[in-house]
């Protein structure tokens, strides 16, 4: 019984590789030479283990969803669904009041009909047993999210081999000859440590990119979590002072180069908005 069901992930797997593998390829090249020309090599990038995909991962299907994950509520509606596998009609009752009932069961239905929940009598079935959160699938969008929309390669779960320390990096993005990073978080404010904000200070310091955005999938205010904690932080490790900026509702900028990004009005836009102050684009 147990290997039928590694025989079926694996099987699932496969067939999501050879769906995205032209996409993939087209990622690849300009982030790995942005790499290369800090003296830097990639041990591993763009792993789909436990990204959650249509099935099959046709083009049409990645489309339509890539499109849906672009709404907040989706994305919640799938989060939940992630952590918790099996839906049984409590569960639903659950998201429906936490999330309001008609979003719930649009998008129920909208997984459903992806193949990422199996309808059966009223429950339904998460057929990826391996996967217990959204973290990877919000790397794979964010990755999307620069390659169809700003025309910029990204590549996500990128782990380097020359950094001794911190060579993970959610997700990387050459935008205009300056290699971006992108630390993903798809907990609330609230649940996000300060060991990890540490963590990504500390990968910020090592990879020196050109920019990097700290992005909190959340429409919650991050002043007295976020911000705080990387006041401090910031203050304990830099000779350079804390001065923050609010760009717009949920976006502020940490001068140099730091970019702190949540989903209020719109995940993409905001992360539009950071490109736009990078580059120094009046709007």
Not at 123 to 138: A, R, V
Request: a positive charge; charged letters at 30%; proline letters at 5%.
């Amino acid at each position: 019984m147990e290997r039928d069901r590694y025989e079926k992930v694996l099987s699932v797997l496969e067939e999501r590789v050879e769906a995205l593998e032209a996409q993939v390829a087209g990622l690849l090249p300009s982030v790995e030479v942005a790499l290369r020309r800090r003296g830097l090599s990639v041990a591993a990038l763009n792993p789909l283990e436990r990204v959650i995909l249509p099935r099959p991962p046709t083009s049409e299907a990645i489309d339509r969803y890539y499109l849906d994950l672009k709404r907040y509520y989706f994305r919640r509606v799938l989060q939940e669904v992630s952590e918790r596998g099996n839906l049984d009609a409590s569960a639903v009752s659950a998201l429906s009041a936490r999330w309001g009932e008609a979003a719930t069961s649009r998008y129920l239905r909208r997984l459903a009909g992806y193949r990422i929940l199996e309808a059966r009598e009223g429950n339904y079935l998460f057929p990826f047993p391996h996967i217990h959160s959204l973290g990877d699938t919000l790397e794979w969008f964010v990755a999307q999210v620069f390659g169809r929309e700003f025309a910029s390669p990204a590549a996500w779960g990128v782990k380097l081999r020359d950094l001794r320390l911190g060579g993970d990096f959610d997700v990387l993005v050459h935008v205009e000859h300056l290699l971006g990073y992108v630390e993903c978080k798809s907990s609330p404010p609230y649940n996000v440590t300060v060991h990890e904000l540490r963590q990504f200070l500390d990968r910020r310091r090592r990879l020196g990119p050109d920019f990097a955005i700290l992005l909190l999938d959340t429409t919650l205010r991050i002043e007295r979590n976020i911000v705080e904690n990387l006041r401090w932080l910031w203050r304990e490790a830099s000779d350079q002072p804390f001065e923050i900026s609010r760009l717009s509702e949920g976006i502020y900028f940490i001068s140099p180069d730091v970019y702190l990004v949540t989903s209020r009005r719109s995940l993409v836009y905001n992360l539009g908005r950071c490109l736009r102050h990078r580059f120094g684009v009046a709007v």
